[in-house]
């Protein structure tokens, strides 16, 4: 049986290569030391063959699950071009750094083409005005045809017998229209 060909791209040593590289930093770094440590990750970079071809800063977000004692990172993906040789050394150069929570450093194609993260803008609504707590139907006790009550009805101000009410009632009840 023959063996099955890896179709990847051979990579000569000192060759550079492409890859993606996502860095959560601790969260209670300020946003100025923050700068700092990414513009000293760059330059560390530079002076080891690579170069930075995009940086997109997303910002603390919350983390999916709880890393350490922290619950929240910095979210910063890079784009990088690097010598071969140079990967163990920047892996090993991230897993000691202390405010580097988690990286994730990946290989990408020569023709990948990073979509920079956008926030959703959410437009709000002006808001309603809650509708008023619904009102309580008031109960009447039937009056007997001798006695006559009358009852307010709130909403229109007027006066109306509770006798005429409870004939309108029962004509409603009565009538066709249900089937009770």
Known sequence: MAKKQDATRVVLPGQDKKYELMLILQPDL???ATE???RDFEQYL???GGTVDMKDNWGKRKLAYKIGK???GTYVVYNITLPNDFNQELDEHMRIDKD???FLHVSVK???NYTKFEEEKVVEEPKKE??????KPTTTHRASSREKTTTEIKDKGKKADAESLDEKLDKLLEGDDLNI
């Open 30 to 32: 300020l946003e100025s």
């Open 36 to 38: 700092k440590k990414l």
């Open 46 to 48: 530079e002076e080891n």
């Open 70 to 72: 922290f619950d929240t």
């Open 100 to 102: 580097i929570i988690r």
């Open 110 to 112: 020569d023709d990948y």
């Open 130 to 135: 809650a509708p008023s707590a619904p009102r």
